[in-house]
């Protein structure tokens, strides 16, 4: 996977997940939406990549230029 690929916070079942733009699989699982930010954010800071938040409904909500 590219190193240049952003990661997107999205709903996953009854919680939340981080997933990598192209990706098949998630890269973890969170409880809270809150918390997989918080984990996302790191991600995204050691690879200089964006980080795109994303609602229930799917849609992205923020991104990391706005943390």
């Not at 190193?3 to 079942?13: D, I, K, M, R, T």
């Not at 192209?22 to 800071?45: E, K």
């Not at 964006?50 to 991104?63: A, N, S, Y």
């Amino acid at each position: 996977m590219p190193g240049n690929s952003n990661f997107h916070v999205l709903p996953y079942g009854d919680g939340w997940a981080i997933k990598r733009e192209g990706s098949i699989g998630i890269r973890s699982r969170h409880d809270s939406q809150a918390d997989a930010i918080t984990a996302g954010v790191q991600l995204a800071a050691q690879e200089a990549v964006e980080l795109l938040v994303h609602d229930r409904d799917g849609q992205i909500c923020t991104t990391s230029r706005q943390h």
